[in-house]
C-alpha cells in the first residue's frame, strides 16, 4: 500500500517539479544533456559511480534515464553498498526526476539484509547556486518495515542543508527523527575534494554525530574522517 501510495505522489508530481542533477553527474554536462533534442536524450545510456572508502566500504550507483521533457529527465536509479568484508549492507531500487533548475524527488525502496525494507520519498530544492556557491536543501520521509517478528513498522523523517565552493570544499548539516524510538539523530560533515577529472574523484571527509534517545543518556558527538575514491561511468 505504501509503495502505490508513494509512487503516486511522484507521478503527479513530476508534472510540476523542476528538478536537479544527480550528485554524481557533472553539471555541465547535465545543462548540455536537458538541451539535447529529444531523440538524442531518450538514448542516454546508464551512468554512475562506484566508490571505495579508507574503512574497507565500498558501493556503486547507477541511473538510466528513460523519458524527458525540455527541462526534465526521469530515470530509473539503482546501487547498493557493502560493508568491510564485503558483505552487502544494503540494497536500492527506484525513480527520480531531475533537471537544471536545482530541485529533485525520489522514491526508493532499500532492502537491508537481517532488517527488513525501507521505502523513502525524498526530495531537495537548490536554495542558491553560481559559479562559486551552491546550497541546497534536502528533506525525506522512511517507512520502515522491519522483518523482526514482534517489531511493527514506522517511520523515519528528516532534512539537511548541503553547501559546496566551488565543487572543491564544502559541508552538510541533519537531522533525522524517529518516533517510535524515541530517537533524534544530528550530523555534521565537511568534504574537500583533492582530486577529480571526468573518471575519477579522491575526496577527504571528516564529520560528527550523536543520537539523542531517552535510552542513551550519556551519548557524545563521535568524529569520523576518511577518504573516498569514485570512479564514475
Known amino acids: 500500500m505504501y509503495s502505490a501510495l508513494l509512487l503516486t505522489v511522484v507521478v503527479v508530481g513530476a508534472a510540476a517539479w523542476e528538478t536537479v542533477p544527480s550528485p554524481d553527474l557533472d553539471m555541465g554536462e547535465f545543462y548540455q544533456y536537458l538541451h539535447e533534442p529529444s531523440h538524442h536524450r531518450q538514448t542516454r545510456q546508464l ?10 566500504t ?17 530515470s530509473a536509479i539503482g546501487g547498493a553498498n557493502f560493508d568491510a568484508n564485503r558483505h552487502l549492507s544494503s540494497a536500492t531500487y527506484g525513480l527520480a526526476m531531475d533537471n537544471a533548475a536545482g530541485h529533485g524527488l525520489s522514491l526508493t525502496n532499500t532492502r537491508i539484509p537481517n532488517f527488513g525494507n525501507r521505502i523513502t520519498a525524498a526530495g531537495h530544492a537548490n536554495l542558491f547556486h553560481n559559479q562559486n ?14 522483518t523482526i517478528p514482534q517489531v511493527p513498522n514506522f517511520n523515519t523523517v528528516g532534512g539537511g542543508l548541503d553547501y559546496m565552493f566551488k ?17 533524534t539523530d544530528y550530523s555534521a560533515n565537511g568534504i574537500v575534494n583533492l582530486f577529480r577529472n571526468k ?20 551519548s557524545r558527538w563521535e ?3 576518511g577518504f573516498t575514491l569514485r570512479k564514475f561511468f
Open 199 to 218: 573518471g575519477t574523484s579522491l575526496d577527504f571527509n571528516a564529520g560528527l554525530s550523536k543520537s539523542v534517545s531517552p535510552f542513551m543518556p550519556n
Open 58 to 74: 565500498s558501493g556503486f550507483n547507477a541511473r538510466l534515464p528513460f523519458a524527458s521533457t525540455n527541462n526534465n529527465v526521469f
Open 223 to 225: 568524529p569520523s574522517t
Open 133 to 146: 556557491h551552491d546550497l541546497t536543501a534536502n528533506a525525506f520521509l522512511s517507512r520502515n518495515m522491519p
Open 167 to 183: 565543487n572543491k570544499v564544502g559541508g552538510s548539516l541533519g537531522v533525522a527523527h524517529t518516533p517510535f524510538l524515541q530517537r
Open 47 to 56: 551512468h554512475g559511480s562506484t566508490f571505495f572508502n579508507s574503512d574497507k
